[in-house]
């Protein structure tokens, strides 16, 4: 695969809950962004397909006082026509529907604020996608080139050459997803694994508890029919601490950047 210095990198963290996605990102993010990790800056970013969710799922927590009903749907309302698009000319939803999507979200059970709200995550998903099944992938493509276009504005301004950007995407597990991501100019795939017992535990460490049919829901299952042959890395995370987990995958990425540098 040869790189583009002139595009951003994407990688795609594959993996069911508890394999450690997110792990890697809250681990390199940070520090690229303190210059901890290497000599020459290298920009790291990151993305989630369920970042808008994320969104509605910190509304539905969060606020409280007054008139915090109207406040959470007008929440909900604005992140679904971030998601969804605002005119039906470009394929968003008519105004009645925008209305009844919301009102559904935000009926949804919720869990309290401090656990994670894995559960109206995938219900919330659910809704989004009666519209439009590929909603998710549709934003996060727009997203990350509205990333992209603000660092070389950011290093334009200032007079700067640009230097190479990376985003990670966290939560790929679909094959619309995983698609998505390999057909970018320098996109590549991570497979994450781990033995399901060493997930089950990571799960009820970090959140609490474990309902037994997340392991079970749509997209998780979803992995299974990604091609093997797409990802470009696969770590075994069963017996691995996060920290080699993100060390491995910095390496990796290392690796492709020294490679593009030669080749350019």
């Given at each position: 695969?040869?790189?583009?210095?002139?595009?951003?990198?994407?990688?795609?963290?594959?993996?069911?809950?508890?394999?450690?996605?997110?792990?890697?990102?809250?681990?390199?993010?940070?520090?690229?962004?303190?210059?901890?990790?290497?000599?020459?800056?290298?920009?790291?970013?990151?993305?989630?397909?369920?970042?808008?969710?994320?969104?509605?799922?910190?509304?539905r927590q969060k606020?409280?006082?007054?008139?915090?009903?109207?406040?959470?749907?007008?929440?909900?309302?604005?992140?679904?026509?971030?998601?969804?698009?605002?005119?039906?000319?470009?394929?968003?939803?008519?105004?009645?529907?925008?209305?009844?999507?919301?009102?559904?979200?935000?009926?949804?059970?919720?869990?309290?604020?401090?656990?994670?709200?894995?559960?109206?995550?995938?219900?919330?998903?659910?809704?989004?996608?009666?519209?439009?099944?590929?909603?998710?992938?549709?934003?996060?493509?727009?997203?990350?080139?509205?990333?992209?276009?603000q660092h070389l504005?950011?290093?334009?301004?200032?007079?700067?050459?640009?230097?190479?950007?990376?985003?990670?995407?966290?939560?790929?597990?679909?094959?619309?997803?995983?698609?998505?991501?390999?057909?970018?100019?320098?996109?590549?795939?991570?497979?994450?694994?781990?033995?399901?017992?060493?997930?089950?535990?990571?799960?009820?460490?970090?959140?609490?508890?474990?309902?037994?049919?997340?392991?079970?829901?749509f997209t998780e299952?979803?992995?299974?029919?990604?091609?093997?042959?797409?990802?470009?890395?696969?770590?075994?995370?069963?017996?691995?601490?996060?920290?080699?987990?993100?060390?491995?995958?910095?390496?990796?990425?290392?690796?492709?950047?020294?490679?593009?540098?030669?080749?350019?």
């Open positions: 695969m040869t790189f583009d210095q002139n595009l951003p990198i994407i990688i795609g963290l594959v993996g069911e809950a508890g394999t450690g996605k997110d792990s890697v990102a809250d681990y390199l993010v940070p520090l690229a962004r303190s210059g901890a990790l290497h000599e020459e800056q290298t920009v790291f970013d990151r993305i989630a397909f369920a970042q808008p969710l994320k969104r509605m799922a910190t509304a606020i409280s006082g007054y008139k915090a009903a109207d406040r959470t749907l007008y929440d909900i309302h604005t992140t679904l026509v971030e998601l969804l698009g605002n005119s039906p000319l470009y394929g968003a939803p008519d105004y009645d529907d925008l209305i009844s999507m919301t009102r559904k979200i935000f009926s949804l059970s919720c869990e309290p604020d401090g656990d994670k709200p894995r559960k109206f995550l995938q219900e919330a998903a659910d809704i989004c996608k009666t519209h439009s099944e590929n909603c998710f992938v549709i934003y996060a493509k727009l997203k990350m080139q509205e990333m992209y276009r504005y950011d290093h334009k301004q200032n007079d700067e050459i640009a230097p190479p950007f990376v985003v990670i995407v966290t939560d790929v597990r679909l094959m619309s997803e995983a698609t998505m991501i390999s057909a970018q100019p320098n996109g590549l795939l991570i497979r994450l694994s781990a033995e399901p017992n060493a997930r089950i535990e990571r799960i009820q460490k970090r959140d609490g508890w474990l309902d037994p049919k997340r392991l079970g829901h299952m979803e992995i299974a029919k990604i091609d093997p042959m797409m990802y470009n890395l696969i770590i075994d995370t069963t017996d691995m601490i996060e920290k080699e987990v993100c060390e491995q995958v910095y390496e990796f990425i290392q690796q492709k950047l020294q490679g593009a540098s030669v080749n350019a």
